[in-house]
């Protein structure tokens, strides 16, 4: 398992543990007498989860009114001459206080402003109308952006702040659409639980398949 496997694993078990803690305490001081206790906070989690699971819903309602964008790259090569960078609304809602926020390196690490707002001139676009093209910026430095990512962030019509990303890879842009991340704690607790206890046991039957192959292999 890799180090970042391990650390996840760590906040998992952490927020496993966070969460079996009230009824562990009071099982040691009640003992049998923790019983009623203990159901009331199971009841209490049932709450919680049926809580998250409206925000879930609210977070389905709300992406019916996200835009959708194309992005290309107008001018000559990234190596060669002035290239501007177009937005495209392709969808059939707006999309307002669109801009430039971020640029990301290789790693998908910010890169500090100072070390980028010189390479490219950005525009501030208050409205972008279903079907509308504009300009978003214009690259004074296109070298600078090979393999890196732009972060673009625009509210919807909740005005919700959401973002996508575009990324210059070999004289290309490749736009990579805003990851949305399930809200809450409890739920998205037990999901990762399951997903590493899936990773577990993929892992293991993969082992054994090797192991397998490797002793049929070996008879032959």
């Keep these: ?78 190596t060669e001459g002035e290239n501007k960078i177009n937005i495209r609304n392709t969808s059939d809602k707006p999309a307002y206080n669109i801009e430039i926020a971020r640029v990301l390196d290789g790693q998908n690490e910010p890169i500090p402003p100072n070390s980028w707002k010189d390479k490219i001139s950005t525009l501030f676009i208050n409205n972008l109308a279903p079907g509308e093209e504009v300009s978003l910026g214009y690259l004074a430095d296109k070298s600078f952006f090979e393999n890196k990512t732009i972060e673009i962030s625009y509210t919807n019509l909740f005005g919700e702040w959401k973002e996508i990303r575009i990324k210059f890879l070999n004289g290309r842009l490749l736009v990579i659409p805003g990851r949305e991340q399930a809200p809450g704690f409890l739920l998205n607790t037990f999901e990762d639980l399951v997903l590493f206890l899936k990773f577990i046991k993929f892992q293991h039957y993969y082992k054994v398949s090797k192991k397998q192959n490797y002793s049929d292999n070996a008879k032959n």
């Excluded at 969460?19 to 562990?24: G, M, N, V």
């Excluded at 159901?39 to 809580?51: E, P, V």
């Design 1 to 78: 398992m890799t180090k970042r496997g391990i650390i996840n694993l760590g906040k998992i078990l952490c927020k496993i543990l966070l969460l079996a803690l009230i009824p562990i305490l009071l099982m040691i001081k009640f003992k049998w007498d923790a019983i009623l206790p203990t159901i009331i906070y199971l009841q209490f989690l049932l709450i919680w989860a049926q809580a998250e699971i409206g925000m879930r819903q609210h977070l389905l309602f709300s992406a019916q009114f996200n835009p959708s964008f194309k992005v290309r790259l107008v001018g000559n090569t990234m």
